[in-house]
Antibody, heavy 120, light 111 residues
Framework: EVQLLESGGGLVQPGGSLRLSCVAS????????MIWVRQAPGQGLEWVSA????????YYGDSVTGRFTISRDNSNNTLYLQMNSLRAEDTALYYC?????????????WGQGTLVTVSS | QSVLTQPPSVSGTPGQRVTISCSGS????????VFWYQQVPGTAPKVLIY???QRPSGVPDRFSASASGNSATLAISGLRSEDEAHYYC????????????FGGGTRLAVL
């Protein structure tokens, strides 16, 4: 059974940093691209970032480019999202998702999310 | 403003068939896989359809999808009260450096 467990969310002041983690199990992590998607309270889904299976290719949404960094540790089945220069508009539930391919095509499994709140 | 366009809401009565449209462009739906997700409030999204019209095991065959040109459609037949949820379409977009794009979501009300 595919499981994705996010952690690292919390309350942070504007301008601060957080690192989210997503531990994967139930599939061969190194064979699949991974994705971060967020959902602000009461809003729709917004793609944040994606990384290919090998980690050689990374992609970012316009709203986070230059501030967020996606990475992965295939030896420990873990996906990361380093978030710097956080803004109030980054407040959201952040989901980790498994892509169905080694490159980036789309998610077939989602975690339960970790909440990030940016506020003073 | 979402890259993919969905109606904000649709409704139907139990047993009816409803459809949800998703309009994109040649850089996303026109050339890449289309995904449909169901999100019951307070829970994580769940994949209903992948690769334009494939259903994961466990998803009832009441859910089906099609795509033509730059648009896609999700159809739900034999509507049930438990189908009340938000539905999102998504696709990879090849423009610029690449991105995954979503529709704004459609709230389905079962009256």
């Amino acid at each position: 059974e595919v499981q994705l467990l996010e952690s690292g969310g919390g309350l942070v002041q504007p301008g601060g940093s957080l690192r989210l983690s997503c531990v994967a199990s139930g599939f061969t992590f190194s064979n699949y691209a991974m994705i971060w998607v967020r959902q602000a309270p009461g809003q729709g889904l917004e793609w944040v970032s994606a990384i290919s299976a090998s980690g050689s290719s990374t992609y970012y949404g316009d709203s986070v480019t230059g501030r967020f960094t996606i990475s992965r540790d295939n030896s420990n089945n873990t996906l990361y999202l380093q978030m710097n220069s956080l803004r109030a508009e980054d407040t959201a539930l952040y989901y980790c998702a498994k892509d169905q391919t080694p490159y980036c095509a789309g998610a077939d499994y989602w975690g339960q999310g970790t909440l990030v709140t940016v506020s003073s | 403003q979402s890259v993919l366009t969905q109606p904000p809401s649709v409704s139907g009565t139990p047993g009816q068939r409803v459809t949800i449209s998703c309009s994109g462009s040649s850089s996303n739906i026109g050339r890449n896989y289309v995904f449909w997700y169901q999100q019951v409030p307070g829970t994580a999204p769940k994949v209903l359809i992948y690769n334009k019209n494939q259903r994961p095991s466990g998803v009832p065959d009441r859910f089906s999808a099609s795509a033509s040109g730059n648009s896609a459609t999700l159809a739900i037949s034999g509507l049930r009260s438990e189908d009340e949820a938000h539905y999102y379409c998504a696709s990879w977009d090849d423009s610029l450096s690449g991105s995954w794009v979503f529709g704004g979501g459609t709230r389905l009300a079962v009256l």
